[in-house]
Every structure is written in structure tokens, then in C-alpha cells.
């Protein structure tokens, strides 16, 4: 018996070191609590209790503090990244008067602002701790005045390989990492955190980069002396989709040296492709940068999704000098729709007519989209693009001070659910219970078909999706 209660002591304390805000070692002269990397990076809040919050606030954990870093409302929140209606950037960590990961996806949170009743919220994925990205470190020799042409690039630099490389977080408190280059120069940073801003140093140069998605290569560092320059693509909150579609992108290129850059020119050009892009970039001071717009578009992919590399080429033919860049976009094969309804409406003074619904889908990515269930005005639904990859799907109905029948459709189903017959069927609906209980990630239940269901008050609502 005394052995089964210790075995229970040392699981709920590492579920309590995992979930909950930990004291430091020192408690005597500091009350700093310290959050495990389960719960590193950006989440997706739905408040359930409490009120004057922002919808949908997104709440970032670094390793000693979390902080609220922006609100939005109505549906502006559909896309990868959100529309950001304001910034915040509040430490709470003060405020927080408890953590709890509920499950993988689940995290719930209590804010204690002084009001009654405690802000509570359930936190959903949004940019975790769960990616990584991979560069290139190049050693940039002597000016080439012959330099004319890619074989004389290649000769004049060379990966560096066995080196030390430190990546730091610049968003966050998070202990910076070291990871070594292999035979050609190339390196992996795991466990980071995809649109965080992330500084690299390797052999005393100094570059700040910006990895879009998990898997994504910011490209070459090129290590010298005078003048430098880094090559970024503009983030975008659009899903690039495989099969021809364009899209704007723009590129930044940036001189990163210290050293003035004289009559440069520049070229785009896809991997396996002919030149995209190229012209004159003038004179760039050091810490300054020009800005190129492009057409991207991808044709066609064999798998579910997949980068495509574009490598640029800058020249300096004052300082004798050449750099070989590049940048990925990612692009999916296909893309499906899912539609959220819902018959309740309020008009709230002030502030206009708001649905009850709303929720989170969180993708096999662990991405999470949010939804409502109309738009702030007289609409009862509303529909959101997400990439289509294999795997679950977790769809989360949350709401907490109304009721409300609600219906849920995606493009995929064999049959769907129209706007009349919702409508039609909402106004006669009676079972309360429908596909109760799933009011837990683990008790999600499966749906292949559009599906009406109730929402009452304090409920939560799980489904999943499969995709084979």
C-alpha cells in the first residue's frame, strides 16, 4: 500500500511540474513561476467564463511568463495567422491563478483581473513548440572581380561544416540552443516555434530570421567580413494551394553588414524553373532593404503538401561581390470547407448582434482555425478554408451563457447540409442530448456527415474528422 502511494505521489507531481506554473529554485527571492515547453508558444483563448475580454485573445507562454499578446473578433479570425485587431502585449503572468493541461490539445486558464466572476478560458494550439526549421551556413572569400556566372559563385564560398550554431528566441525568455552544421554546411533547429523570431550566430556573424511553418528553410547565412545581405519572404496568413493558382509574395533583401552596398541587382529564380524575377536594387546602406514583389504559383505536387524552393542571387559588381539565397513557400495539394451554423442571434447594445457559437478546429498540423457561427450581423454561418492532409481533425463547440441548436458541414461529406433545411430543422429540434457526451477531447465522436446538435449553457462539444 505505502509503495502504490508512492508511485501516485511521483505521477501527480510530474503531471503538476508538466501542466501547472512551478516555483523557482530559489523561492526566497523569487516568486517568477516557470511553465514547461508542453505549453511554449501561442494559443488560441475561447473565454467561458468571465467578462470584458477580448474574443478569441491569443495567449503566449514562454518559460517564466505569459503574456496576452492580441485580440480579435467576429470572423476576422478564420486564417492561419488572424487579422489582429489590436495588440497587447500585457504581461499577465501576475494575474494567473492557475494552469491546467486539460489534454494535448486543451490547456485551461484562470485569470484573476479583479472581477467577479475569475476570467477563465480554454486555450487551444495556435503556434506551439512542436516545429522546426534548417538554414545553411556558407563562407562568403575574397572578392572575385571574374565572378560572372554560378560555377564562379560556387568557387567563391563554401559550406562550413562541424561549426557551433546558437539559436535564440527573440520573442521569448527561452534558453538560447546550440546545434552543429554537417559536411555541407547545413543545420536543424528543433522544438522552435513557427512566426517567432529567432536570432542565429554562427562564427561571429549575427542574423535574424523568421521561419513561416514547421519544416521551413530560412536559407543561407553567408559568414564575412564588410558587406552582408539575408534574404525573407513577407508572411502571409493565405494557404498557398498546389495547381496553378498565383500569389503575391513580397521579398525583402536586406543588408545585414556594415559596409554600403553599391549598384545591386538581383535574380529570382524556382528551383528547376527559369528566372521569376530579376532587375536593379541601387545602393543599400547597411541595415536597410529593398523590397521585390513576385507571382508564386506552384503547378502540381505528388504529396499531401510540399516546399518550393526559390533561390536568389544578389551582386555587388563595385565590391566585387556575389550571395546565393534562397527562400521556400509551402504549398498543399488541396484544400476543404467547413461550415458552422447556428440559430441563436443577440442584439447587444452597443456592440450589435453577436452569435452564441463559436469554437476552434485544430488541424493534424496541431494548427488551430477558429470559427463562429455567423458573422456579427444577421448571418447564421460561416465558412472556413483549411488544408486538406491525412489525419484527425478536432472540431471544439464552445459557448458559455446562451443555448443554441447548431449545425456542422464540411465539403468533404457525401451529403451536406443547406442553409433552409438547417433552418427548417433547427425550429422542430428536440433532442437535447444529441451525441452526448463529448464534452471532452477524449470523448470527441466521429462525424462523415453534417450533423445538428445542442449547445447548452456551460457546454463544450467535441467531434473529429478522419482523413486517411
Avoid at 478564420?78 to 494567473?96: F, R
Avoid at 556558407?138 to 571574374?146: E, F, H, M, Q, R
Avoid at 528553410?217 to 495547381?243: H, M, R, W, Y
Avoid at 463529448?438 to 449547445?455: F, G, H, K, R
Wanted: aromatic content about 10%.
Amino acid at each position: 500500500m505505502k509503495k502504490r502511494l508512492f508511485y501516485y505521489l511521483i505521477a501527480g507531481f510530474t503531471l503538476f511540474i508538466l501542466s501547472c506554473p512551478n516555483p523557482t529554485k530559489d523561492e526566497a527571492t523569487s516568486k517568477a513561476p516557470t511553465y514547461s515547453n508542453v505549453l511554449w508558444g501561442e494559443w488560441i483563448g475561447i473565454e467561458t467564463v468571465g467578462w470584458g475580454a477580448v474574443p478569441f485573445p491569443s495567449f503566449y507562454f514562454s518559460s517564466d511568463k505569459i503574456i496576452q499578446i492580441a485580440g480579435t473578433s467576429g470572423v476576422g479570425y478564420n486564417n492561419y495567422n488572424g487579422n489582429l485587431n489590436s495588440v497587447k502585449n500585457t504581461d499577465i503572468t501576475a494575474q494567473v491563478v492557475g494552469v491546467e493541461k486539460a489534454s494535448e490539445n486543451v490547456i485551461f486558464l484562470k485569470i484573476n483581473r479583479g472581477l467577479d466572476p475569475i476570467n477563465t478560458y480554454i486555450l487551444y494550439p495556435k503556434r506551439i513548440a512542436n516545429s522546426s526549421f534548417k538554414g545553411t551556413i556558407v563562407s562568403l572569400d575574397s572578392p572575385k572581380p571574374a565572378i560572372k556566372n554560378q560555377a564562379d559563385l560556387n568557387l567563391s564560398r563554401a559550406a562550413i561544416g562541424g561549426i557551433d550554431v546558437i539559436v535564440e528566441n527573440l520573442d521569448s525568455a527561452l534558453p538560447g540552443k546550440t546545434v552543429i552544421t554537417d559536411e555541407n554546411g547545413d543545420f536543424t533547429a528543433n522544438n522552435t516555434i513557427s512566426r517567432d523570431n529567432y536570432r542565429i550566430t554562427a562564427e561571429g556573424q549575427i542574423v535574424d530570421v523568421t521561419p513561416q511553418v514547421n519544416g521551413d528553410n530560412v536559407g543561407t547565412i553567408s559568414i564575412t567580413s564588410g558587406l552582408n545581405f539575408k534574404v525573407s519572404v513577407t508572411p502571409s496568413n493565405d494557404l498557398l494551394l498546389a495547381g496553378g493558382t498565383n500569389y503575391s509574395r513580397s521579398i525583402i533583401i536586406k543588408n545585414i553588414g556594415t559596409q554600403t552596398a553599391s549598384a545591386v541587382s538581383y535574380q529570382i529564380t524556382p528551383e528547376g524553373e527559369s528566372t521569376l524575377s530579376s532587375g536593379i536594387l541601387g545602393t543599400i546602406a547597411p541595415g536597410a532593404s529593398k523590397t521585390v514583389n513576385i507571382t508564386a504559383k506552384c503547378n502540381s505536387i505528388s504529396g499531401e503538401k510540399a516546399f518550393k524552393k526559390y533561390n536568389v542571387v544578389i551582386t555587388d559588381p563595385i565590391n566585387s561581390k556575389v550571395w546565393s539565397d534562397s527562400f521556400s513557400l509551402l504549398f498543399y495539394k488541396s484544400t476543404m470547407t467547413l461550415t458552422f451554423m447556428s440559430n441563436y442571434l443577440q442584439t447587444i447594445p452597443n456592440y450589435g448582434i453577436r452569435t452564441a457559437m463559436r469554437g476552434v478546429v485544430i488541424s493534424p498540423e496541431r494548427i488551430g482555425y477558429v470559427f463562429v457561427g455567423g458573422t456579427e450581423t444577421t448571418s447564421l454561418k460561416n465558412t472556413i478554408t483549411l488544408p486538406k492532409i491525412s489525419g484527425t481533425y478536432i472540431i471544439a463547440v464552445v459557448w458559455s451563457n446562451y443555448e443554441t441548436v447548431y449545425g456542422i458541414d464540411m465539403s468533404i461529406f457525401p451529403t451536406h447540409l443547406s442553409d433552409a433545411s438547417f433552418l427548417t430543422q433547427a425550429a422542430s429540434f428536440v433532442d437535447t442530448g444529441n451525441y452526448e457526451p463529448n464534452n471532452t477531447e477524449a470523448e470527441a465522436v466521429t462525424i462523415t456527415t453534417p450533423i445538428i446538435s445542442y449547445l447548452h449553457t456551460g457546454d463544450i462539444d467535441y467531434y473529429k474528422v478522419s482523413i486517411d
